[in-house]
């Protein structure tokens, strides 16, 4: 009995020597845990800040006013993402900046042009006219439509039976009717469609046509003389008068001519709008005003030779007014 207590006594004694050892073991060794959870820690932190997204800068001074070609923009992973950024170069490709963007600016949608200029073609431009109820179908045209553009010309005096009406400009799209056009972004949301019905059905004051440049003077020069009519036209029908039928209207500038040069081609495009063109020669086509020889009645005498009785009657006269001026022009 004694013999196993000893035996005990002895066990214990080794076993807290052990422990001794081995505490003072771990007493002795560098507080590694303690470092690694302090990295640990961090880790999130460091990946926070590396975050980057990739956004198309300016690899060069891009200019306000031209298109921006493809190898003046790069992609840039940055530590920002503007609203509007763009990710990809060829979405920024050819678009117009509003405003000079220096080397390295991100190119963001607001700095770039937008709106019904992006509607139009080469050597197309956009002109608004005074609208009402008769003369925009009442009210049916809708931005994106083709319409026919016809002018009334009414004759002054007793002469109302020759008062005139043609067609001005065929198959023009219309970019805005009233205050809806055809750069608003079509929505699904019930109220916006509310809204947008709601403005259709407003009175509309000006309609808005692409019209190629040179054929602009005709235009305004329509409105302001004469009586415009829109005239809706299916989109698919893509028949247009022949301009062979008709002689050309001459310009109210005349181009240079020197001796020995070859004949100049007809004026065509930016040119051809920079000569102009009158309200007379409009109304006339290009005769003017007192052209057109009066028109005489014949008489066959006894003798049956016949003789003219002088004039009968005038030509054609038409009232053109500007503004609060009238006048009268006669062809």
């Known amino acids: 009995m004694i013999n196993l207590s000893k035996i005990l006594a002895a066990i214990l004694v080794l076993l807290a020597i052990a422990l001794g050892v081995y505490a003072w073991i771990l007493s002795r060794q560098p507080p590694v845990p303690a470092a690694v959870a302090t990295n640990t820690a961090n880790a ?13 800068v300016a ?12 190898d003046a923009l790069r992609v840039e992973r940055l530590t920002i993402n503007p609203v509007g950024a763009f990710q990809d170069v060829t979405l920024a490709t050819g678009r117009v900046p509003v405003l000079d963007l220096a080397e390295g600016t991100p190119v963001i949608e607001n ?106 003077n ?54 051809r709008a920079q000569a102009g063109l009158t309200a007379a020669d409009l109304v006339t086509g290009g005769k003017g005003p007192g052209v057109r020889p009066q028109t005489a009645e014949v008489h066959t005498t006894a003798a049956g030779a016949p003789r003219a009785s002088g004039p009968a009657r005038g030509g054609l006269q038409v009232e053109v007014i500007r503004g609060e001026r009238s006048e009268t022009v006669s062809y």
């Open 111 to 216: 700095q770039l042009v937008s709106g019904l200029a992006l509607r139009l073609g080469e050597g197309e431009r956009a002109v608004a006219i005074k609208a009402d109820e008769v003369m925009g179908v009442g009210n049916k045209i809708q931005p994106g439509d083709f319409v026919d553009v016809f002018i009334t010309f009414k004759s002054d005096g007793k002469e109302v039976d020759r008062s005139q009406a043609r067609l001005l400009l065929a198959r023009k799209r219309v970019l805005a009717f009233g205050s809806v056009s055809v750069d608003a972004l079509p929505s699904k949301s019930p109220d916006k469609a509310a809204a947008q019905q709601a403005q259709r059905n407003e009175q509309a004051r000006t309609a808005v046509l692409a019209v190629p440049v040179e054929e602009v």
């Open 44 to 56: 999130p932190v460091k990946t926070q800040q590396a975050l980057t997204y990739p956004i198309v």
């Open 218 to 271: 005709r235009l305004t020069i329509g409105d302001a003389s004469g009586r415009l009519m829109l005239a809706l036209r299916n989109p698919t029908d893509l028949s247009e008068p022949d301009p062979k039928l008709f002689a050309e209207l001459p310009t109210a500038l005349q181009p240079s001519t020197k001796a020995g040069e070859p004949r100049r081609a007809p004026l065509e495009g930016l040119d």
């Open 59 to 70: 690899a060069k001074s891009l200019p306000a006013g031209l298109a921006i070609p493809a």
